[in-house]
Nanobody, 124 residues
Framework: QVQLVESGGGLVQAGGSLRLSCAAS????????PGWFRQAPGKERDFVAT????????YYADSVKGRFTISRDNAKNTVYLQMNSLEPEDTAVYYC?????????????????WGQGTQVTVSS
């Protein structure tokens, strides 16, 4: 079992920044590939980014490439998502999740455990 708790969401103006955190407990965090997904109202839950076990390799959705940065601190069992140049289209509930499958895990089905989500709202 893995418990994941996201934090750091909120309301920000377009062009602003937010940093999301996801704290994990219950399993050796360094053995998993964590990722971030997001779900806007009425839409599917979409892949955003993922990071390898060591943190040395990252993978992003095209829509956030160059604006978002995923990182991890295995000593703190935490994964982060730094979001810059936010746009109203980034408004969604953001979820972190963990995967132990193939690299890179981009599908929801490849993730085993999920957090409750944190709301990000970007105003124009």
């Amino acid at each position: 079992q893995v418990q994941l708790v996201e934090s750091g969401g909120g309301l920000v103006q377009a062009g602003g920044s937010l940093r999301l955190s996801c704290a994990a407990s219950g399993r050796t965090f360094s053995n998993v590939n964590p990722g971030w997904f997001r779900q806007a109202p009425g839409k599917e839950r979409d892949f955003v980014a993922t990071i390898s076990r060591s943190g040395g390799v990252t993978y992003y959705a095209d829509s956030v490439k160059g604006r978002f940065t995923i990182s991890r601190d295995n000593a703190k069992n935490t994964v982060y998502l730094q979001m810059n140049s936010l746009e109203p289209e980034d408004t969604a509930v953001y979820y972190c999740a963990t995967s132990t499958g193939r690299w890179p895990p981009r599908r929801r089905s490849e993730y085993d455990y999920w957090g409750q989500g944190t709301q990000v709202t970007v105003s124009s």
